[in-house]
Each structure stands twice: as structure tokens, then as C-alpha cells.
């Protein structure tokens, strides 16, 4: 069985407070940047850092991105 790999661009809007590697869409899509893919929803939720969280429980947990000024 052949695969291909591909390559996608997601605009994210927040990130974990306690893993900022964890950047979140507004779809609440949990995007994990160190291993460059997405965590599954599973049966309960999300699995982050041992717990398991559902969406609406992981507004509480984020901070939203702020725009970074470049000087160019």
C-alpha cells in the first residue's frame, strides 16, 4: 500500500497556557506543533498532558495569540 504525505495550513487563533506547543483553530481543532499533527477527539475528549478535556472545557485553558509587530 502506497501513501503520499501532505502538507496543510491551519491559521490558529489560541495556544494551552501551560503548552504553548499546542495551538488551537477556531473550529477547536487541537494542533500539537512539536510533532506537527493533530490531536483525535477520542470517546471523552481530548487527551492533553494525562487529562481529558472536552471543547467547551478548553476555553478555560487558552490564551489567544496576539499580533507580533515586525520591524520590516
Do not use: A, S
Request: charged fraction near 25%; proline fraction near 3%; aromatic fraction near 16%.
Amino acid at each position: 500500500m502506497n501513501y503520499e504525505h501532505v502538507n496543510l495550513t491551519f491559521k490558529v487563533y489560541w495556544y494551552f497556557k501551560d503548552q504553548p506547543h499546542l495551538k488551537v483553530t477556531r473550529c477547536k481543532k487541537v494542533i500539537n506543533t512539536k510533532t506537527n499533527k493533530m490531536l483525535t477527539y477520542g470517546v471523552r475528549g481530548f487527551n492533553v498532558g494525562g487529562k481529558y478535556y472536552k471543547r467547551h472545557q478548553l476555553n478555560k485553558m487558552l490564551v489567544k495569540i496576539e499580533k507580533i509587530n515586525m520591524p520590516f
